[in-house]
């Protein structure tokens, strides 16, 4: 079973929170990276898991404050 800890990736994303707010962002360790387009973010993902052989991208989308889950 394989099993990723994103501690830091959590803590990264919510001191910065406000400034990705409404966007779809991946997230390595204490970088974020915000992704623009759908074949940016493929690129941006292949580039960052070759920076980061050892980690896991945390990919996400950090919801507006107007978003109500009933």
Known sequence: M???DFGEEHETLA???NE???KHVIVV???IHEIESGEQGVQLLKRLRKE???KI???TYVMTEEIYIL
């Open 2 to 4: 394989l099993y990723a």
């Open 15 to 17: 001191a910065r929170e």
């Open 20 to 22: 990705f707010r409404g």
């Open 29 to 31: 360790g204490k970088e």
């Open 52 to 54: 980061h052989p050892d």
């Open 57 to 59: 991208p945390l990919i």
